[in-house]
């Protein structure tokens, strides 16, 4: 080991003699010495030196609840992948790790995770989705709008961040495509002041995310317009409006034959769903 080696002087050059089979130099091994008197005075005086596979679960359990793997988690924390590995046997086997691993993982925040990484994809979707409810298009997000993210369960953390940085520059504002607007709306997603958005990369905590669901399209009746047509009126009308005259003029005893001649309708088409 060279003089100008970070490692040299500290315990982590002492063994680096040890696993290259060399002669330790005098700095490494004074510097081995004072760690394992730190240890040894750390452990007589009752800190914790060793946790338990349930602690480390309970420490990156919000990470884990958003589909993060444990191997990320690991790289994050600045461990190899052979470390990461371990992370990950750990968490499987109900095994330990050593107080200095732990606190790397406890010392983790959401900018160390690589933009590669894995997320799960859920949260990312509803922003994309509610700021088209406002009006804003999606080719201008930074996504690729021809993508599979609509139906990926995952998206990678990198993507994840961009389109959440979006969503908070253009959360209060009014997009300028009323056609998105009213074509994301018409299929139940919220404008973004309808729902709260967690602020983080994923949902925080899946089960429990109620507020954010879709809600069903709203079905608008123009009363005026079934009246009409019960009245024998050929008019323009949606299909909620033709369903609710086709129920109404069974209800009074007419036959959807009948309704759908006078109207020109496809017989078999309406009132099927509101009946």
């Not at 030196?49 to 884990?64: C, F, G, I, K």
């Not at 409810?133 to 709008?145: D, E, K, V, Y």
Request: hydrophobic share 40%; charged share 25%; glycine share 8%.
């Amino acid at each position: 080991m060279s003089p100008d080696d970070p490692r040299h002087g500290t315990n982590a050059g002492y063994l680096a003699h040890w696993h290259d089979h060399e002669p330790v130099c005098d700095a490494c091994d004074v510097a081995r010495f004072r760690f394992r008197k730190r240890v040894h005075l750390e452990r007589l005086s009752g800190v914790q030196m060793l946790y338990t596979a349930e602690e480390v679960r309970t420490l990156l359990r919000p990470w884990l609840a958003m589909g993060i793997t444990p191997t990320a988690i690991a790289t994050a924390a600045g461990m190899d992948t052979q470390r990461g590995g371990r992370i990950a046997s750990v968490l499987r086997e109900n095994g330990i790790v050593r107080r200095g691993t732990f606190q790397r993982l406890a010392a983790i925040t959401e900018d160390d995770f690589a933009d590669g990484a894995p997320i799960l994809a859920a949260l990312t979707q509803q922003r994309i989705f509610s700021l088209m409810a406002a009006g804003h298009r999606l080719n201008a997000m930074p996504i690729n709008n021809n993508g599979h993210w609509r139906t990926r369960e995952r998206l990678n953390i990198g993507t994840a961040r961009a389109i959440r940085d979006y969503y908070r520059a253009h959360e209060a504002k009014v997009g300028p495509d009323r056609h998105t607007m009213t074509r994301a709306r018409n299929a139940g997603h919220l404008p973004p002041l309808a729902w709260d958005d967690p602020g983080t990369l994923a949902w925080p905590n899946p089960d429990k995310r109620t507020h954010a669901r879709r809600r069903p399209p709203t079905v608008v009746l123009d009363e005026a317009v079934v009246a009409r047509i019960l009245a024998g009126e050929s008019i323009r009308a949606t299909k909620a409006e033709r369903d609710e005259a086709m129920r109404r003029w069974r209800a009074a005893g007419g036959s959807e034959a009948e309704l759908c001649r006078r109207m020109g309708w496809r017989a078999g088409r309406y009132g099927r769903t509101a009946a």
